[in-house]
């Protein structure tokens, strides 16, 4: 498998990791953004398969799957910009307490 553009060794490693905790206990391990109003918290990957609770601007932000090589081929108009990686992004709970919230306002709140 190819080294992700969007993930550290350490980032992948925890993600793995992350996916044998009790759903209840899993924390999101890294966010990400693009396309002005997009953006992911990715609690587990497997494979090229990462899930998350993903909030594409809409207003219904939901817990789901995303293909990781679809969010690096991803470039939004009008500049082409790709998605990236929030280098400041720490977890202060649960995704699913962060899903809960986002729910409640429509949007990710971080």
């Avoid at 953004?33 to 939901?62: N, Q, R, V």
């Amino acid at each position: 498998m190819k080294p992700s553009k969007l993930f550290t060794k350490s980032i992948e490693k925890a993600l793995e990791k992350n996916a044998a905790l009790d759903e209840a206990e899993r924390r999101p391990v890294v966010k990400l953004f693009g396309g002005g109003a997009c953006t992911w918290l990715i609690s587990e990957k497997e494979g090229d398969t990462l899930f998350g609770l993903c909030d594409l601007g809409h207003g219904c932000p939901e817990l789901g799957y995303v293909g990781l090589s679809e969010l690096e081929a991803a470039k939004f108009p009008p500049f082409g910009l790709g998605v990236e990686r929030d280098l400041h992004f720490e977890p202060k709970k649960t995704l699913s307490a962060y899903a809960n919230e986002a729910l409640r306002y429509g949007s990710i709140q971080s």
